[in-house]
Nanobody, 123 residues
Framework: QVQLQESGPGLVKPSQTLSLTCTVS??????????WAWIRQPPGKELEWMGA???????YYSPSLKSRTSISRDTSKNQFTLQLRSVTPEETTVYYC???????????????WGPGTQVAVSS
């Protein structure tokens, strides 16, 4: 069974870059048709799909975050990484990595999630 685990700093200063890594076990991230996403849920708001990287390496981003977001992968480590530039305190929340078995651009379509990691943006 595929398992996901987020890791990264719990505290980032405003205007800096948030970097998170998702380590996947139980199957390669290159498995045909799988999509690997980053998702967050700001306090009091709905789940927000931020972007994804496909089994092929292609990337897809939320239009609202595209200018500040990069998702990459290291297939040798079976990991994929989120970089979110110029963060603000309003982006303090839990960040999740997740897997879908086909292309998906909404959080609800992902059926395998990591436990999440809390990130605070504060000086």
């Amino acid at each position: 069974q595929v398992q996901l685990q987020e890791s990264g700093p719990g505290l980032v200063k405003p205007s800096q870059t948030l970097s998170l890594t998702c380590t996947v076990s139980g199957g390669p991230i290159t498995t045909n048709s799988d999509y690997w996403a980053w998702i967050r849920q700001p306090p009091g708001k709905e789940l927000e799909w931020m972007g994804a990287i496909a089994y092929s390496g292609s990337t897809y981003y939320s239009p609202s975050l595209k200018s500040r977001t990069s998702i990459s992968r290291d297939t040798s480590k079976n990991q994929f990484t989120l970089q979110l530039r110029s963060v603000t305190p309003e982006e303090t929340t839990v960040y999740y990595c997740a897997r879908a078995s086909e292309r998906a651009t909404v959080a609800e379509d992902y059926d395998n999630w990591g436990p999440g990691t809390q990130v605070a943006v504060s000086s």
